[in-house]
């Protein structure tokens, strides 16, 4: 007899998207093989339609990356029977990310940071000089990389260590936050 595999949707609400957030939902959370929960050891998950500010990770785990504007994003999965690849189930998880609360966006052309793309130092320059102003750097599965405050109009980012890719620059004054996108080359 085929066993019963049913995947059912999933939604997390009310996401930081400037901060992201790791593990808002776990898609297995609902999900049933023959009627009981859904062990993963037993069952193949794969992402069938992904979305670039949402990512799966194999335990179930959804994160949202750092970065994201408000909206509704939807990512769509299938679990699948180890014992019988092609039993299979597919389902949405839906997060809703938040506009952002609290400190307000400051004038994006009043922060500029280059060179873009970068290979080793990135410049962070600021119109005004803001006190405790500060810089998060994020890789693009939403890992915290740099920390580091920004004391003057101009400040240096050591950026030689990250590998290639994009990252997400989220910098905060007393005046607000923006946040940039800055690509990282090896060249």
């Known amino acids: 007899a085929i066993s019963v595999i049913n995947a059912e949707n999933d939604s997390a609400t009310n996401i930081n998207g ?5 593990n808002v939902v776990n898609v297995y959370t609902n999900d049933t093989l023959n009627g009981t929960a859904v062990v993963p050891s037993e069952v193949i998950l794969t992402t069938t ?4 500010n949402l990512v799966l990770n194999p335990n179930g785990n959804v994160d949202v990356i750092p970065g994201t504007p408000a909206g509704t994003y939807t990512l ?9 690849s092609t039993n299979c189930s597919t389902a949405t998880a839906i997060v809703v990310v938040a506009p952002p609360m609290g400190v307000a966006d400051f004038n994006a052309a009043s ?3 280059f060179p873009n793309p970068a290979v080793t130092t990135v410049t962070i320059k600021m119109m005004n000089n803001y006190s405790n102003a500060s810089v998060t750097v994020f ?3 939403g890992r915290q990389v740099i920390r580091q405050n920004l004391h003057n109009e101009e400040s240096s980012i050591n950026v030689d260590q990250l590998e290639a890719g994009v990252y997400i620059f989220n910098i905060v004054t007393d005046q607000g936050k923006t946040t940039k996108r800055v690509i990282k080359t090896n060249k």
Do not use: L, Q, R, W
């Open 49 to 52: 339609v992904s979305n670039p």
């Open 18 to 22: 400037t901060t992201g957030a790791t």
């Open 76 to 84: 769509t999965y299938s679990i699948c029977e180890i014992a019988n």
């Open 139 to 141: 890789d693009m599965n």
């Open 111 to 113: 922060v500029s940071i």
